[in-house]
């Protein structure tokens, strides 16, 4: 047997309990079905086969959800910090040694290739060690003194919390989000994408199973339009954390306008990898093509539009295009494969009609740009070339393995096509010249930037995005920030006089 019949095996053994018991909600603790009996499928994107049978929350049961996660405030939020973290760091524990499960669960529900969701579970758990750790200190703030006054500031966790979450490494999205708010003292209802609802389900049985309090996380299953739409809108529900589409933002916004909700908004890119022709151009290639292909480019972070000095074009788009037609697509649980077949056929017709629209505006197809196989969600890694900026397929987030290169003559130009789109993520940039790297990152439009680097993730750094791609930032005590809110109070120091009115 293969290492790949291996893995489908072990899949097919982590599968039978969802296949048979279907991915119910989890409210104050139990499973349970949608109040309506209504489910849907959740289909594998390797053979569109159905995986399991979902309950499809709606308005009842976001409501039932928030009741429970509302009666566990009082004592989650005043369980002793340290006793917090004890918890947080046991969740870490149990994801860790459950993290076969959760990558295979994750690569037949997602698409996404082992290689990379091998991973998932110990960022997943990494996420979780972090807040945890950090948790004894999330209330502290600072004292201020005037002569007269001293204020003493601190944070104090805001409520129960909305997180919903998108479809593409849910696992890790979901403790990004989820982790934070736990040790902040909130709880949460989770609310994870109708595309893949599995690990949710498994990351509330084991954070439950490693002593996390019933009712303290809750995850309701459905669709945006009802179970998401309710809980932004419900009033007992402080905050919103959301990571989706901008689209999808702004109308969330829209819906927790009438409670004055809180949001925190992770949204789209269009994210640039600029290189200029004094960079290092093998590792800028290699970058260029790892941000793009790996998580089969459905990844807020993909480096999606290439743009390269005018003079080294050519060269870099020939060695783009050659790592492009190396790359292996295939069955995500195949050890060897880069690019695993997209989420969903509705996801997979959107990222192929980009094709089209490349065609028709006159851009050059140089490796992919078209489907592989006849059955699953499978698109080859794709570079487009003598693409122009005002192009859809360079303005429009297409969230798969397709890249668009675009030559740029000197550092103005760079900058204005690099800045010339709705959104602004992140950005990457290729130069070994250090004042140019410092002029460019001062006037690019990005909450992150990477120089003469791929994106690394380094938890206690800003996490976030400009422009259309969000508001506000995770990581470090900005997670904090959200979840808590600041108060101030004031004491006086000395006796003073008090204005006599009347
Ligand atoms: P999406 O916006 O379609 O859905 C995200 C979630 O929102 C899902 O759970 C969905 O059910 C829910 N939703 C949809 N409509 C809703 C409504 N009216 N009210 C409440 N909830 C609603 O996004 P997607 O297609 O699942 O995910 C891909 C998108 O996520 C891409 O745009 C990608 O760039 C973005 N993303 C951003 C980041 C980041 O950190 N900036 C990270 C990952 C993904």
């Known amino acids: 047997m293969s290492k790949l019949d291996d893995n489908i095996a072990a899949a097919r053994g982590y599968m039978a309990r969802f296949a048979a018991d279907g991915v119910m909600n989890h409210i104050g603790g139990e499973n349970v079905p949608a109040a309506s009996g209504e489910t849907f499928h959740t289909i594998s994107p390797v053979d569109l086969k159905p995986l399991a049978k979902v309950a499809r929350g709606g308005a009842e049961d976001i409501d039932r959800a928030v009741a429970a996660a509302k009666a566990a405030f009082p004592a989650w939020s005043r369980t002793p910090s340290a ?40 960022r997943g758990a990494a996420n979780f060690r972090f807040f945890a750790d950090q948790a004894p200190y999330a209330e502290d703030g600072a004292v201020t003194r005037t002569p007269t006054q001293m204020n003493t500031t601190s944070k104090r966790p805001i409520g129960p919390v909305g997180v919903i979450t998108p479809w593409n490494t849910p696992f890790m999205l979901s403790t990004w989000k989820i982790a934070p708010a ?70 969330i916004m829209r819906q927790g306008a009438e409670t004055l909700k809180r949001v925190h908004f992770e949204l789209g890119g269009k994210n640039p990898v600029i290189v200029f022709d004094d960079a290092d151009l093998e590792q800028a290639v290699d970058a260029a093509a790892f941000m793009i292909y790996s998580l089969n480019g459905e990844r807020c972070t993909s480096s999606s539009r290439l743009l390269v000095q005018a003079g080294i074009y050519d060269e870099v788009c020939t060695r783009v295009a050659e790592v492009a037609s190396r790359i292996k697509v295939g069955h995500p649980l195949d050890p060897e494969t880069v690019v695993g077949p997209l989420i969903h056929p509705e996801h997979e017709a959107k990222v192929l009609s980009y094709f089209e629209a490349a065609r028709n505006e006159g851009a050059t197809i140089a490796a992919g740009g078209k489907k592989v196989g006849d059955t699953g969600c499978y698109v080859a890694p794709t570079l487009f070339t003598n693409a122009t900026n005002d192009m859809t397929i360079a303005q429009e987030e ?86 808590m809110e600041t108060v101030n109070v004031s004491f006086p120091r000395a006796p003073h006089k008090t204005p006599k009115l009347g």
């Not at 870490?92 to 994750?106: C, D, K, P, S, Y």
């Not at 996490?463 to 259309?468: E, Q, R, T, Y």
Request: one cysteine or more; proline letters at 4%; hydrophobic letters at 45%.
């Open 182 to 251: 736990l040790a902040a003292g909130c709880t949460v209802v989770h609310k994870p994408a109708e595309f893949s609802p599995m690990t949710a389900k498994l990351l509330v049985e084991i954070a439950e199973e490693a002593g996390l309090p019933k009712g303290v996380l809750n995850t309701v299953n459905g669709f945006g339009e009802d179970a998401g739409k309710r809980l932004t809108e419900h009033p007992d529900i402080k905050a919103i954390a959301f990571v989706g589409e901008s689209r999808t933002g702004s109308m």
């Open 398 to 483: 297409i969230f798969g393995p397709v890249l668009t290169a675009i030559p740029f003559k000197d550092e103005d130009e760079a900058l204005s096509l690099a800045n010339d789109v709705q959104y602004g993520l992140a950005a990457y940039l290729w130069t070994n010249d250090l004042n140019r790297a410092i002029r460019m990152t001062d006037n690019l439009d990005a909450g992150m930037m990477w120089v003469n680097s791929e994106n690394i993730r380094h938890l206690p750094t800003p996490f976030g995005g400009v422009k259309a791609s969000g508001i506000g930032r995770d990581g470090g005590d900005w997670s904090f920030d959200f979840y």
């Open 83 to 122: 006793e917090r973290r004890k918890i947080l760091i046991k969740v870490a524990e149990a994801i860790e040694a459950r993290a076969e499960e959760i990558a295979f669960t994750e690569c037949m529900d997602t698409g996404q290739a082992l290689r990379f969701m091998s991973k998932a579970a110990i």
